[in-house]
């Protein structure tokens, strides 16, 4: 401090007056704070209401620095002069701007030409006052101070006023317009406290300077700056709770820059050695770790962002593949049923023709002809099979529920498969109650299933046997069909079920498949709320199907 | 939304930053403004000002004898603001203006010292003040 007092007298009589730390430090943090934040907002969001708070910060922080000059009169007179005729204007740039901003944030709109040259017309005394030195008339070193001239003087405080009267009328007026009341009632009080903070600090030491002639009344301006504070936590509640200026990661910026300044500021009190490389090692020490801590925050903002970016997109190409799939399924439907009327043609033709209705057939045709038929029932099969899966996608299967046997259901469905049986030359058993079991259900839907059962247990059994067990258990009816078979592995027992799942070995059982068949039986099952399911002890061990449904139903 | 408004950044800009430059300029370049001061007074031979004070009321009364001097910042010498010129007279500078003790020019706080054999008012032109601007 000492080099650079110019005018020892000057610097005897402030400190006599008021402590250089207590200026310092009600100006400068608040200054910078004001001016990171203006700067800030400014640099993130390019909108007109950012440049009009950026204004406000800038010419406020403008006046903090030539008011603080303004009292080191230690720095020179000459110095002071300078400082003190830009006082006004600066106070009534951010009075300006400070309305601007209200208007602009409140509406969304730039502020009318009408109103800004208004404003500027206000202005223009003062601007022209203080281009030619009219507003101070002298300097005076026995107290350190400008003499103003006070008619000049008093003028920017009527101008200040009315000024805070318009942003109180116009907030009003706004609060009443507009469905964002929150918004514009924070951002009123914001402004609205900070103005009238500040004109009632300044016009009171005006009042007291030049009519009460009371001393140091110079010290009671300072109150002035806490109106700024104020501000800056309205607006940053704001962009927090209204992402206000489309800013993110404010809450830990605004922490850490604040944080950085009040730690700075301790240089100010700072008096010994220790203390000052103690403040200077916390400082270095906040800005590594604040800046750390910011982009850590920002990392994980933007990460969150592109999850729920890709979420969204996701949601998006989910809609149109439902969309797809059911058009998918509709085609499948449509062609399927195209196709089953043909075959079934065929397949009836090539009975009439394997039964002589034609004529005698020579024998060296019944053998291609018999293949053809067996093709032929595979491929109607395999067309049920799509033509099921679509009515289930597509929610119009059909069920005709009626009373039947089931113990008779499950002998019918084994007489109509005794030639398969009896061709693959193994050992069938079927074991059945005496008593009736019956039941209440789809009886062509629960045949389609014990069908499929034995069916396929047959099929991928090479040699060995197959068993057949229909049995009550309680109020449960169970069917099951065990064989020798080529087993399943434990990996493919639980998808066993799904849509277009065969097991890995069932190619090697030479059997043609769609992988739809078991999936069309737990459908049709689970409609009749029974259950299937399915056990081995792995490959080439054999396997069990079981189904169960509720007795009587 | 509205963009900034350049033309008004531009012309706030451009009229702040003439002012501020011209006023830097009028200051603290040519340092062309009036500084007021007050100086050790003889009351043997000049009408001085005295501090309206009782020094057995107030500790801090300094009735020491004072008149006020009026110069130009550019013409003053550094003493003059450190208040430790001695027996300084304007007449050996330019654009200076001394104002001894009269009804008319007593402040609040104020009385003339009494030991002064002459009663007349005392505005003394010392040089010409053409060049003082306030």
Known sequence: MDILVNVKYCYDFLINQVPVSLILYSHIPTALVAILFGGYVWIR???????????????????????????????????????????????????????????????????????????????????????????????????????????????????????????????????????????????????????????????????????????????????????????????????????????????????????????????????????????????????????????????????????????????????????????????????????????????????????????????????????IYSSTQSLIQI???????????????????????????????????????????????????????????????????MNNLIDNSVKYTKQGWVHAKVEQLGTKYRFSVQDTGVGISPEALPKLFAKFVRAENANDANVIGTGLGLYVAKQMIEKHNGRIWAESDGIGKGSTFFVEIEAGK | MHKNPTYLILLITILISTLIWYRFNDFVINKNFVINVAVNCNTEIEQCFVSDCNTEIDSECDQEPYKKISILKKYAPACLEEHSCENFKCSDFQSCMEINCSEASLDEGEICSSESSDNEPDFKLVKSTSTVTK
């Open chain 1, 45 to 371: 969001d390019r909108r007109i209401q950012s440049f009009t708070l950026f204004a406000v910060c800038l010419c406020f922080a403008a006046w903090c620095f030539l008011d603080l000059a303004s009292w080191f009169a230690f720095l020179g007179s000459d110095k002071v002069m300078f400082s003190w005729s830009l006082v006004d204007l600066f106070a009534l740039l951010f009075f300006f701007f400070s309305y601007y901003f209200l208007y602009t944030f409140t509406t969304n709109n730039d502020l009318p030409l009408w109103q800004k040259l208004l404003c500027l017309l206000a202005l223009s005394p003062t601007i022209i006052w203080t281009f030619f030195g009219h507003n101070l008339t002298s300097f005076d070193a026995n107290t350190c101070e400008a003499i103003e001239d006070e008619l000049i003087a008093i003028y920017p405080y009527y101008v200040e006023g009315i000024f805070v009267v318009v942003s109180i009328f116009f907030s009003i007026f706004q609060y009443r317009k507009t469905t964002e009341k929150s918004k514009v009632l924070l951002s009123s009080i914001g402004i609205i406290t900070f103005l009238f903070f500040f004109f009632s600090a300044t016009l009171s030491v005006n009042l007291l300077v030049n009519y009460a002639a009371v001393e140091s009344a110079y010290n009671y301006e300072i109150y002035g700056l806490f109106g700024m504070p104020i501000l800056l936590i309205y607006l940053g509640y704001l962009i927090i709770k209204y992402k206000a200026f489309d800013i993110k990661v404010f809450t830990t910026q605004g922490i850490v820059a604040t944080l950085i300044t009040l730690v700075a500021s301790q240089f100010f009190f700072a008096q010994s050695e220790a203390a000052i490389i103690l403040t200077g090692v916390t400082l270095l020490l906040v800005i590594i770790f604040g800046r750390f801590l910011i982009r850590s925050v920002r990392n994980e903002i933007e990460s969150r962002e592109l999850i729920q970016s890709q979420k969204g997109q996701l949601e998006k190409a989910n809609e149109r593949l439902k969309v797809l799939d059911k058009q998918k399924t509709e085609f499948v439907s449509l062609a399927s049923h195209q196709l089953r009327a043909p075959m079934t043609a065929i397949k009836g033709y090539i009975t009439l023709i394997l039964d002589g209705d034609y004529g005698e057939l020579q024998e060296h045709m019944k053998e291609p002809l018999r293949r």
């Open chain 1, 383 to 449: 067309v049920g099979d799509f033509l099921d899966v679509t009515r289930i996608e597509l929610g119009t299967m059909k069920f005709t529920f009626s009373d039947f046997d089931f113990k008779d259901l499950v002998k019918d469905v084994v007489n109509e498969l005794t030639p398969n049986i009896e061709g693959s030359k193994l050992e069938f058993k079927l074991e059945t109650p005496d008593a009736a079991m019956p039941l209440r259900g789809d009886a062509a839907k629960i045949k389609q299933v």
